[in-house]
């Protein structure tokens, strides 16, 4: 079983990469951004709570969505392995997804982060949200406040990955084929 943590800040391509990738290693791709929006959307308890830390640009609390991550994990008991995309954002969700993957006799094989400057985030989410209808793309204030909040709550995780030898850094820019090449290259070396 692989299992993938796909990092970097919104607007780093995550959703897009993940996409492509679950095709072609065959994994489960669960982005803890659908996750949040099928609950909001199904005004579920967890939904209207995560709602309220995701319109101000910040994260929502650790046990919100590691239980909603737990429940998504929980929905495929045959995966051959998970790309895990926006999730961990903090050392207590890295634990708590460690903890998980050994009940499956699993574990986490590597965190592959996108990197990409703060200026071109901005730029990619603002036209994301000219498309996407997603409120906290559509207002630049928002924006620099979540890229701000995932530096200041998830760069720890970084260092987290690196002691266990599971950091992988890419470049985040560049054709989405590029960018493809890139991350499976670190894949196809674990």
Known sequence: MKNIVLFGPPGAGKGTQAEILKERYQLVHISTGEVFRYNIKNETALGTLAKSYMDKGHLVPDKV???MLKDEVEK????????????PRTEAQ????AVLMETKGSQINA????????????????????????PDDANETV????????????DILKAFYQKQHKYYGVDGVGSIEEITLRLSAVIDAL
């Open 76 to 87: 495929h008991p045959e995966a051959k392995g998970f790309i895990f995309d926006g999730f």
């Open 65 to 67: 969505t590691i239980n």
């Open 111 to 134: 965190m592959v982060a996108l990197e990409v400057a703060d200026g071109i985030l901005v730029e990619r989410l603002l036209e994301r949200g000219k498309s996407s209808g997603r």
């Open 143 to 154: 924006i620099r406040e979540r890229i701000a909040e995932y530096y200041r709550k998830t």
């Open 94 to 97: 890295a634990e708590a997804l």
